[in-house]
């Protein structure tokens, strides 16, 4: 098992960036692919980006292309997501997730382990 914590959520103004973390603790880090999903208010979990197990290998979805950017460090076993011009769309609880897979999934039911989310406030 292994267990997902996220820090770096808050209120930032439209334009500006967070750099959301997700420390995780358990079994050995380099086994598990990650991704980060955004819920907002009334809507359902979907899909930010994901990284590959070495990092190589980033996806991202359409919305945050170009903006968004997803790393990882495998010594700290902790993964980031870079948020530039950030939108007051991309407002949401934003969660880590981990599966032991070779490459990322798009869909929140393919991954086993959740953190407990950070809040992404954006006003305009």
């Known amino acids: 098992q292994v267990q997902l914590v996220e820090s770096g959520g808050g209120l930032v103004q439209a334009g500006g960036s967070l750099r959301l973390s997700c420390a995780a603790s358990?079994?050995?880090?380099?086994?598990?692919?990650m991704g980060w999903f955004r819920q907002a208010p009334g809507k359902e979990r979907e899909f930010v980006a994901g990284i590959s197990r070495t990092g190589g290998s980033q996806y991202y979805t359409d919305s945050v292309k170009g903006r968004f950017t997803s790393s990882r460090d495998s010594a700290k076993s902790t993964v980031y997501l870079q948020m530039n011009s950030l939108k007051p769309e991309d407002a949401a609880v934003y969660y880590c997730?981990?599966?032991?897979?070779?490459?990322?999934?798009?869909?929140?039911?393919?991954?086993?382990?959740w953190g407990q989310g950070t809040q992404v406030t954006v006003s305009s």
């Open positions: 997730a981990a599966r032991e897979a070779v490459f990322p999934g798009r869909n929140a039911d393919e991954y086993d382990y």
């Open positions: 358990g079994r050995i880090f380099s086994v598990y692919v």
